[in-house]
């Protein structure tokens, strides 16, 4: 069994706690067991804070991805 690793929040600096752990085979049901542990900053008001940071980031990735594939299209045409 592995060792729980403690990580400090990326804003405030606190230990972050364990919220939840679950296990997933991916797309279909198909491929290796994952096992995902999902831990938060104890402080909720710093957590809504980061996970709105990582919100904007995961937009704008999306944002980039789609224009980088319109461009694509765009020289195919």
């Given at each position: ?5 403690f ?6 600096g ?39 940071k ?24």
């Amino acid at each position: 069994m592995q060792k729980q690793e403690f990580t400090e929040c990326i804003r405030c600096g606190k230990i972050r706690i364990f919220q939840k752990k679950w296990k997933d085979r991916g797309e279909n049901g198909k491929g290796t067991l994952m096992t995902y542990e999902q831990s938060v900053c104890p402080d909720q008001e710093c957590q809504k804070i980061v996970d709105a940071k990582f919100q904007e980031m995961r937009d704008r990735r999306e944002l980039m991805e789609n224009r980088k594939k319109s461009v694509v299209l765009a020289k195919k045409n």
